[in-house]
């Protein structure tokens, strides 16, 4: 049943035999071709998901596999000049070969992906992984004790079964579980792979809140106990200067009375640094939000307003509505006689360029970086210094490059990520 009849024909002194195949042989070689062509199949979807290295691992092993086959299907089929020639054993020689050269030269046997089934086992961070239909395909430890759940009874439910908790869009938020755990909960395609899986990670994050809670509780202390500190010395400087006032209406000594005015001046600028430290300590001291800039935008009537912002929004300090209103001030201040301001966005290699532009006289080449140094032009109140300290604290950058004469130009730069836009 194996072979129905063998015959012999010689070729020189070369005898070889042809065969004549049963139904047994054909139903034991369409299993082995069948599982072969399987093992192919899998090798070569692994080769299109792994990395280059790996990739010229799998290519040797897809061709020591394919060899043998070839031959011995040539042998089946009897191609050839010379039917019933076996040349298989002499391919299992090049073949171990093949492999003696591949494990020397690309350490076939010594770094193939053996043990990266088992990395996701020891990661502190909780790790699940869905089928296009939401079912829960693999879950490691992690995870399951942050959800409290067993791997086998996880796999095969919906994600929403699991943990109502974990249903989120492809980004990142943040949810506490049963034992007061802060967890931050990514989701997103599984990359670099041809499948349609979504991964979940869980990454806990209970000691970073609590130090940020700390340390918003030592800064309220500290902001506590400096306005008191404040207060009390703003009221000896109130009490300062009115002596000084009154020693100067009664003393006849105009030297004297320069001196005094000296003082009066002294204590003037102290009283500035100390309100100036009331400006600062907000600075930071709450998170970031996302503000639209056509909401947040305020000016006098007296002047007109244009803005080419809208949907724009940013990622920045709640103090953000201060910066427009600097920029504003400063340029009814300096700008001469200013009619017009405009904001204008406009995306720029994946940032977003925010200029505030006015009719202005401008500002001369030497004093574009100067405006926003601490202590230059006292008079504007609030200060260019602190406009770029807000923006800085998301890495928004601002630079001066209007053309004098013609009017100001203040050009902040919100890095990618750091802005979207609201549609509707």
């Given at each position: 049943?194996?072979?129905?009849?063998?015959s012999?024909?010689?070729?020189?002194?070369?005898?070889?035999?042809?065969?004549?195949y049963?139904?047994?042989?054909?139903?034991?070689?369409?299993y082995?071709?069948?599982l072969?062509?399987?093992?192919?199949?899998?090798?070569?979807i692994?080769?299109?998901d792994?990395?280059?290295?790996?990739r010229?691992?799998?290519?040797?092993l897809i061709?020591?596999?394919?060899?043998?086959v070839?031959?011995?299907?040539?042998?089946?089929?009897k191609?050839?000049p010379?039917?019933?020639?076996q040349?298989?054993?002499?391919?299992?020689?090049l073949?171990?070969?093949?492999?003696?050269f591949?494990s020397?030269?690309?350490?076939l046997?010594?770094?193939?992906?053996r043990?990266q089934a088992?990395?996701?086992?020891?990661?502190?961070d909780?790790?699940l992984?869905?089928n296009?239909?939401?079912i829960v395909?693999y879950?490691?430890?992690s995870?399951?004790g942050?959800l409290s759940i067993?791997?086998d009874?996880a796999?095969?439910?919906k994600?929403?079964?699991?943990?109502?908790?974990?249903?989120v869009d492809?980004?990142?938020?943040?949810?506490?579980v049963h034992?007061?755990?802060?967890?931050?909960?990514?989701k997103?395609?599984?990359?670099r792979t041809?499948a349609?899986?979504e991964?979940?990670?869980?990454?806990?994050i209970?000691i970073r809140?609590?130090?940020?809670?700390?340390?918003?509780?030592?800064?309220r202390?500290?902001s506590?106990l400096?306005?008191?500190t404040?207060?009390?010395?703003?009221?000896q400087?109130?009490v300062v200067?009115?002596y000084?006032?009154?020693?100067?209406?009664?003393?006849?000594?105009?030297?004297?009375?320069?001196y005094?005015?000296e003082?009066?001046r002294?204590?003037?600028?102290i009283?500035y640094?100390i309100?100036?430290?009331r400006?600062y300590?907000?600075?930071?001291?709450q998170?970031p939000?996302?503000q639209e800039i056509?909401f947040?935008l305020r000016?006098?009537r007296t002047i007109?307003?244009s803005c080419?912002?809208?949907?724009?929004?940013?990622y920045?300090?709640?103090m953000?509505?201060?910066?427009f209103?600097n920029l504003?001030d400063?340029?009814?201040?300096?700008g001469?006689?200013?009619?017009?301001?405009?904001?204008?966005?406009g995306?720029?290699?994946g940032?977003?360029?925010i200029?505030?532009e006015d009719?202005?006289?401008?500002i001369a080449p030497?004093?574009?970086e100067?405006?926003?140094?601490?202590?230059?032009?006292k008079?504007?109140?609030?200060?260019l210094?602190?406009?770029?300290?807000?923006?800085a604290?998301?890495g928004i950058?601002?630079?001066?490059d209007?053309?004098p004469g013609?009017?100001?130009?203040?050009?902040m730069?919100?890095p990618?990520?750091g802005w979207r836009?609201?549609?509707?």
């Open positions: 049943m194996f072979y129905t009849s063998v012999t024909y010689a070729v020189g002194d070369l005898i070889l035999f042809l065969l004549e049963g139904p047994f042989f054909w139903v034991h070689t369409g082995v071709y069948l072969t062509g399987f093992t192919i199949f899998l090798l070569i692994a080769w299109m792994y990395p280059s290295l790996y010229r691992q799998i290519g040797i061709l020591v596999i394919l060899l043998p070839v031959t011995d299907g040539v042998f089946i089929a191609f050839g010379f039917p019933g020639l040349i298989t054993p002499v391919i299992l020689m073949v171990s070969g093949i492999l003696l591949a020397s030269r690309y350490r046997f010594s770094v193939l992906p043990t088992r990395i996701p086992e020891q990661l502190n909780g790790l992984i869905m296009p239909d939401g395909i879950m490691n430890p995870a399951e942050y067993a791997s009874e796999v095969g439910k994600l929403a079964d699991i943990s109502p908790l974990l249903r492809n980004g990142v938020k943040e949810i506490s034992d007061g755990t802060i967890l931050e909960v990514w997103n395609p599984l990359l041809h349609s899986e991964i979940i990670i869980l990454h806990d209970t809140r609590r130090a940020e809670k700390g340390l918003r509780e030592a800064n202390q500290l506590l400096s306005s008191i404040r207060h009390d010395i703003l009221n400087i109130t200067q009115g000084i006032e009154l020693s100067r209406d009664q003393i006849a000594d105009s030297e004297l009375s320069r005094l005015g003082m009066k002294a204590t003037d600028n009283r640094e309100e100036f430290t400006i300590q907000d600075l930071g001291t998170e939000q996302w056509d947040i000016v006098p007109r307003l080419e912002c809208d949907g724009y929004a940013i920045a300090d709640p953000l509505p201060k910066v209103e504003f400063n340029a009814l201040r300096h001469g006689r200013v009619t017009e301001i405009s904001v204008i966005c995306e720029v290699e940032s977003l360029v200029a505030v009719d202005g006289t401008g030497e004093e574009k100067r405006i926003f140094e601490r202590g230059y032009g008079n504007t109140g609030f200060g210094f602190l406009v770029r300290d807000i923006l604290i998301t950058t601002i630079h001066e209007g053309v013609e009017g100001a130009r203040f050009v730069i919100v990618e990520g836009v609201n549609r509707g």
